[in-house]
């Protein structure tokens, strides 16, 4: 019998398909919350080799609905690696070259601990007995599995979204273990309005009768209605009017006409829908939960006395910040503040703007102005190094 795409996400949860490593009561993971994790796991892909110093190693962090498969074939849904136009032999992040890392984030849902992980006290699964979880305990969760590994200092750290947060808290909880960051359509706090969405999502969740009060597993249920709207309506923020308006328009799904009804009768109404059936197949819905409250709680500047140059104060870190012109989730603004804070730091920072119409997503499409500065950054930076 073929297993269906919920229960081979279900199994990832707990036995991934990628490598492991379990950090036992000897090694505890210490949360924000004021809370110890232990026995925790993180589930993890690497590619490239390291070298004989160790010195060539570049830490990917992923964002909110992404995970450790960066290259490679995805366990669940059989595509491609989500990050595979920047990953791999001769890219510009080149598996030739580069030792990269990607770990599933504590909290989610394809390997490393997260609500969906069988509680060995209790004998199910975590649900919301999970303690809340932080970027800074992401982080630190990371910074293990790179200490596992035998790594002293990264030659880079790159992520966008919430995989750029990972960035700078990084770069600010150890910056002696970071040789260059690259934060990405990212900011050092999350806004109002980007909590606001999330609320919206969780509320979706938490309203489908079959979350059962995060009890779902348990019950055997699967939330799927609630997470797929919460996924529609982030979806929304990923893209731009410019975007949606030239790939959909107000072009009619599969008819001449409009049904007068509440079917799809749109073409952005049936691509929504899907994107929401598709992502209820492969993710946790109270991983979601999880992550943007997260991603809420994350503001860099607040544990420094709000000055957020105090983050990064003394860093000998180089930084390249990059920012989309059409992203609305994490405007330039955001970027632009992350900047004028590593400069009254004294930081080496590059910043890049890149025009584009395709919004917060561009970061993870093939946008060769994009490619073309991280290639740059990473090139000078590996010279530096004597990489090449």
């Known amino acids: 019998m073929v297993k269906s795409r919920v229960a081979k996400a ?8 990628s490598k492991v490593v379990r950090f036992g009561p000897d090694k505890p993971l210490h949360l924000a919350a004021g809370i110890t994790l232990s026995p925790f796991q993180v589930a993890y ?8 110093d160790k010195s060539n190693a570049i830490l990917i962090c992923h964002a909110l609905t992404g995970d450790q498969h960066v290259a490679n074939q995805h366990p669940v849904t ?3 690696g989500w ?8 890219k510009v992040i080149d598996t030739d070259r580069f030792f990269v890392i990607c770990s599933n984030v504590i909290g989610s849902c394809l390997g490393s601990t997260g609500p969906a992980s069988l509680n060995e006290e209790t004998g199910q699964a975590y649900g919301l007995g999970l303690p809340v979880i932080t970027i800074k305990d992401m982080v630190r969760a990371q910074a293990m599995l790179v200490e596992h590994l035998g790594i002293e200092r990264l030659f880079s750290v790159v992520g966008g979204s919430m995989g750029g947060m990972q960035v700078l808290e990084w770069a600010a909880s150890y910056p002696e273990r970071v040789n260059t960051a690259v934060p990405i359509a990212t900011g050092a706090r999350h806004t109002a309005q980007n909590i606001a969405f999330h ?14 009060g995060g009890a779902y597993l348990k019950d055997g249920r699967h939330p799927g209605k609630g997470l797929a709207v919460a996924r529609m309506a982030a979806h929304i923020t990923y893209l731009s009017e410019p975007a949606l308006h030239r790939k959909f328009g107000r072009n009619l799904q599969d008819r001449d006409q409009p049904t007068f009804g509440f079917d799809a009768d749109f073409q952005i109404e049936s691509y929504l829908r899907h994107q929401g059936i598709t992502f209820v197949d492969r993710f946790d819905a109270n991983s979601y939960l999880y992550l943007t409250r997260a991603m809420d709680y994350f503001d860099l500047a607040s544990e420094h006395g709000g000055m957020l140059s105090k983050a990064f104060k003394g860093t000998r870190t180089r930084f390249c910040v990059v ?9 330039t603004e955001e970027s632009r503040m992350v900047v004028h804070a590593l400069n009254a730091a004294g930081a080496s920072v590059s910043f890049v703007e890149i ?3 395709r919004g917060h997503d561009a970061f993870l499409l093939d946008e060769p102005e994009f490619h073309a500065a991280i290639d740059g950054f990473l090139k000078a930076a590996a010279r530096n190094a004597g990489l090449i």
């Open 10 to 17: 279900r199994d990832e949860a707990n036995n991934p398909s």
């Open 45 to 52: 892909q690497t590619y490239g080799e390291l070298n004989a």
């Open 323 to 331: 920012s989309f012109t059409s992203d609305w989730l994490f405007p």
């Open 355 to 357: 025009e584009t119409d």
């Open 83 to 90: 990050w595979e136009a920047l990953v791999g032999p001769g």
């Open 199 to 212: 609320e919206v999502g969780r509320q979706a969740v938490m309203a489908d009768p079959d979350w059962r």
């Open 78 to 80: 059989g595509k491609p």
